[in-house]
């Protein structure tokens, strides 16, 4: 089992910045791709980004030019360096960890508990 725990979250103003960490534990050995999503009252989840194990990179649409992933494999470790927030950022961030499973093309999905992120106009 995978253990996912986040970390970051908070209120920020608009235009500002904010750095979520998010910290994978337990069957960490052969994690693949690591990402980011986020939901917002009455809206769906959404992917904000994702990396992979040899730190390719791709975003969501709403947030490019604006945040960035990173991770660290050693840690076990991916990070979020939001800036130039808006008050459309404003959600619940989640945190993804992958694996592969025996199965041909499925997968083993850990999440995270989620933080708040909150920017004020």
């Known amino acids: 089992q995978v253990q996912v725990v986040e970390s970051g979250g908070g209120l920020v103003q608009c235009g500002g910045s904010l750095r979520l960490s998010c910290a994978a534990s337990?069957?960490?050995?052969?994690?693949?791709?690591m990402a980011w999503y986020r939901q917002a009252p009455g809206k769906q989840r959404e992917l904000v980004a994702v990396?992979?194990?040899?730190?390719?990179?791709n975003y969501g649409d709403s947030v490019k030019g604006r945040f960035t992933i990173s991770r660290d494999n050693a840690k076990n470790a991916v990070y979020l360096q939001m800036n130039s927030l808006k008050v459309e950022d404003t959600a619940v961030y989640y945190c993804?960890?992958?694996?592969?499973?025996?199965?041909?093309?499925?997968?083993?999905?850990?999440w995270g508990q989620g933080t708040q992120v909150t920017v004020s106009s």
């Open positions: 993804k960890v992958e694996k592969p499973r025996q199965v041909p093309l499925l997968k083993y999905e850990y």
């Open positions: 337990g069957s960490v050995s052969d994690i693949n791709r």
């Open positions: 990396i992979s194990r040899s730190g390719v990179r």
